[in-house]
């Protein structure tokens, strides 16, 4: 869900349970928008993290720190000499806005008691954190500083006066009145679902639907004609709606993809896989810890990316020209024929002709042919010029049928390396593919060198529910390992049909047949393998699977390439759902 009002009053609500009371022991600035409280308390020790990034601005508590750069930051510095040894005396949502408001109660050196505040402003790319004096209500200092020329709205810079953003004339869904609510109704001739948005403070989008929902109205019904019966239901629904208890859930797809989170389990995301959890403070970090991950892996492999992309778009483009020119060359007999036709009838072919009709002898039907003549050339040298056309297709056509394999080989080869990228969840995982691709000559220069008979990153390990481990390869360089070094010659081998992805092993340690193994395990194994793929978004994922001792390393000598035979094909849905071990 959107970081809106309502979510930041669940959070303010459980601050103040958690941390009031707490004394600053030591300020971090390990980003250039975000911050890091180390807060001691008599019971426990914890931090908590501020940031004001434009993509996800939010304050929480978080179990660990970050690396923190070796000079802190101005700003780091001036918090450390306001708010070190502070104590938390409250915390507030000022009319259930995206703003927490954090109070503090210090000394300066002198031993004079000082009560400042934190004011943190969560609006997306406008988010601040800033500094003020209570007594006076003067900015000491701000992470972002916003001058007159920059916004005309509202300054933000030392010892000016602190003035909350604009109001945005919307009510408090903690004090509105069935009276007033029904007059916002009445009044709008706008669908309910954006009448509510641009009333009711501090609700997102899904925060709406989620309302309707409960109190059985249709979101696009036009505001105006709702029954009165009606809105007495919304309005009582509001009140269960936001006093409810907390039943924090991360939701994400039935592939594993994360998607949202909410304060409590939402029906609105009934299509979506619900993770409870205990804690809304674990939740949000959770939720963003991930989140986080799965950008910087994003960001970092994002070069990587396109280098690929670009290798095969340009190799599905020479597959084409490959075709074009196979067609030409599978025509080459016609140019024989051409040619002989000619030297048959050279005595009746006029010289510097254009065309010449004639029966073609060759064909049991007898038929007439029209064939082809440059005005250049005599008829004698029409003809040589045709023989050697039909020899040099000749000669092509073997040439052309190798590039062809060679390329179709080299495509699924990149889908291949894709598919590890697209899948990864580790930096280490990206690094190993990156060197891999410095080793085949797709990056130019190899930075580092790595031993290419072992992984250094770590492959998944998975249990099936009949107690069968399973291996999955996270790169080529993790499926080569598992499947020429680690896996023996009873192993199960699976593999995601004619796409890119993981090799997945499943350990027969009982040398079992097949048709001894349980079919919920070879399932569980056959998901994995096309989830761990470019299909892993699809549905109905064909799997081949066969004894390791049927693979062999592709002739070509690529990472992670090898033909196999005397296998099966499962038709499967990708799902990760199985147990994973260390």
Known sequence: MAYDGLLIHYLTNDLNKKIVGSRVDKIHMPEKDELIFSLRAPQNNTKLLISCTSNYPRIHLVKEGKTNPSAPPMFCMLLRKHLNGAKIESINQPYNERIVIINFDSKTELGVQKKEMLIVEIMGKHSNIILVDKSTNEIIDSLKRVTSQMSSVRTILPNIEYILPPNQT??????????????????????????????????????????????????????????????????????????????????TSKNGLLHDFSPFKYSYYNDLVCTPYTSIQEIVSDFYRIKDRDDRLKSYSNDLTKLLSTHIKR????????????????????????????????????????EFECINFYDENATKILIPLSIKFGPLENAQR????????????????????????????????????????????????????????????????????????????????????????????????????????NDIWFHVKNHGGSHVILLNDEIKELDQIPDRTIEEAASLAAFYSQEQKSSKVSVDYTFKKNIKKHPNGKPGMVTFEGYFTLVIDPDNSVKQID
């Open 315 to 354: 190799n599905k483009n020479k597959i084409k020209k490959l075709n074009s020119e196979l067609k030409q060359a599978e025509d080459k007999d016609k140019y024989k024929i051409y040619g002989d036709l000619i030297l048959s009838y050279l005595h009746q072919m006029p010289n510097r002709a254009t």
């Open 386 to 489: 045709y023989f050697k056309k039909y020899n040099k297709l000749k000669n092509a056509l073997s040439l052309i049928e190798t590039q062809l394999e060679l390329t179709q080989n080299e495509i699924k080869y990149l889908e291949n390396i894709l598919s590890h990228i697209q899948t990864s969840t580790e930096v280490e995982v990206i690094d190993e593919i990156r060197n891999e691709l410095f080793e085949q000559g797709y990056l130019k220069k190899r930075k580092n060198k790595r031993n290419r008979n072992q992984p250094k990153s770590k492959h998944l390990s998975f249990i099936s529910s009949d107690g069968y481990k399973i291996l999955v390869g996270r790169n080529n360089l993790q499926n080569d390992y598992l499947t020429m070094k680690l896996a023996k010659k």
């Open 170 to 251: 919307k009510i408090s869904p903690f004090i509105i009145k069935e009276s007033e609510l029904k007059n916002i109704v009445k009044n709008s001739t706008e669908p309910i679902n954006k009448t509510l948005i641009g009333s009711i403070q501090g609700f997102s989008k899904v925060s709406i639907y989620e309302w309707l929902k409960i109190a059985a109205i249709n979101p696009s019904t036009i505001s105006n004609s709702i029954k009165d019966i009606e809105i007495e239901r919304l309005f009582l629904t509001l009140s269960n709606f936001i006093n409810r208890d907390i039943e924090p859930c991360i939701y």
